[in-house]
């Protein structure tokens, strides 16, 4: 059983920072692709971040230039640094990873529960 659980949501003023982590645990032959979602009320889960098995990365527009995804290969956990926070990323946050769990077997896509974060002064 392939487990994905974030933390390190929260609340915040505006302008502050904020690391999220999520951490992959089970029975994993790989992960490939891991990346960040985020959930606003009344409107629909949206990308933010990705990070592949290589290293590169890719952002939302919004969050470029404010955000940092990283992964730990070994701790099998991504990161996401989310710096200049504004009101408007008020969210709950989703960690999404496609995680292969037999040899032979392509990848399965996997959620994890998702994390608030509230930016309000």
């Known amino acids: 059983q392939v487990r994905l659980v974030e933390s390190g949501g929260g609340l915040v003023q505006p302008g502050e920072s904020l690391r999220l982590s999520c951490a992959a645990s089970?029975?994993?032959?790989?992960?490939?692709?891991m990346g960040w979602y985020r959930q606003a009320p009344g409107k629909q889960r949206e990308f933010v971040a990705l990070?592949?098995?290589?290293?590169?990365?890719n952002y939302e527009d919004s969050v470029k230039g404010r955000s940092t995804i990283s992964r730990d290969y070994v701790k099998k956990t991504v990161y996401l640094q989310m710096n200049s926070l504004k009101p408007e990323d008020t969210a709950v946050y989703y960690c999404?990873?496609?995680?292969?769990?037999?040899?032979?077997?392509?990848?399965?896509?996997?959620w994890g529960q998702g994390t608030q974060v509230t930016v309000s002064s």
């Open positions: 990070i592949d098995r290589g290293g590169s990365t």
């Open positions: 089970g029975r994993i032959i790989s992960i490939n692709n």
């Open positions: 999404n990873a496609d995680i292969r769990t037999g040899v032979v077997a392509p990848p399965d896509n996997y």
